[in-house]
């Protein structure tokens, strides 16, 4: 069973559009993330939510809006798609405690390209 | 300066040598440290945690040295399938508020 899923894989898509990525996972986690990784492999955190509450929010245009209907589910929404929105978008999980660090579990990556 | 740096390689190594990675910080108040790996077109995965004693695991040992900032990771005998990228990662938060920063990678390759 897949821990972390992503949909959709590969997005393709014009200049302008809106357009959604849903991730969720089956792991019982209560923290998820998104990440960015750009065309030189550098990946950076987006968002983070903790039991539906945003935890983390980096510098990101407001294109850029998260949502968070259960703790098992984190969807990112982006409006009027640019060309330097192409990258890959990895989600991840994790279960938090206040003092101890755990493994964060990424999932597949969703390929997105504006054209 | 970047928050993590490391050497992008790629580090082209015959099967069954040693290689070593380094990595170095910048933010003094980074509280975990981890070594993950990617394949090409993967997701990363947790390869190990890197803690100031040292820590070993199987072929694979990871140093840190808080007082340089500096995180190294040792493989021996490597094999081919320890063809991948390796990330540098520093946890600048704790517990909720984990905020993973990652380094650039170092890719490796080991060849016949």
């Known amino acids: 069973d897949t821990a972390v899923s992503q949909t959709p894989k590969y997005l393709v898509t014009q200049m302008g559009n809106d357009k959604s990525i849903k991730c969720e996972q089956n792991?019982?986690?209560?923290?998820m993330y998104w990440y960015k990784q750009d065309s030189k492999k550098f990946l950076k955190i987006m968002f983070s939510?903790?039991?539906?509450?945003?935890?983390i929010n980096e510098t990101v245009p407001n294109r850029f809006s998260p949502k968070s209907p259960d703790k098992a589910h984190l969807n990112l929404h982006i409006n009027s798609l640019e060309l330097g929105d192409s990258a890959v978008y990895f989600c991840?999980?994790?279960?938090?405690?206040?003092?101890?660090?755990?493994?964060?579990?990424f999932g597949p990556g969703t390929r997105l390209t504006v054209l | 300066r970047k928050e993590v740096e490391q050497d992008p390689g790629p580090f082209n190594v015959p099967e069954g040598a040693t290689v070593a990675f380094n990595c170095t910080y910048s933010?003094?108040?980074?509280?975990?440290f981890f070594w993950y790996r990617q394949d090409c077109r993967k997701e990363p995965k947790l390869l190990m945690s890197?803690?100031?004693s040292g820590n070993e695991d199987g072929r694979f040992t990871a140093q840190l040295n808080r007082a340089s900032q500096y995180i190294s990771l040792l493989i021996r005998d490597s094999k081919l399938s320890d063809s991948a990228t390796y990330l540098c990662?520093?946890?600048?938060?704790?517990?909720?508020?984990?905020?993973?920063?990652f380094g650039t990678g170092t890719r490796l390759q080991v060849t016949l």
């Open positions: 792991l019982g986690h209560d923290t």
């Open positions: 939510y903790n039991n539906k509450e945003l935890i």
């Open positions: 991840a999980s994790s279960q938090e405690t206040a003092s101890t660090y755990n493994e964060q579990f």
């Open positions: 890197v803690y100031s």
């Open positions: 990662v520093v946890n600048i938060g704790a517990g909720t508020a984990s905020k993973l920063t």
């Open positions: 933010n003094s108040a980074s509280q975990s």
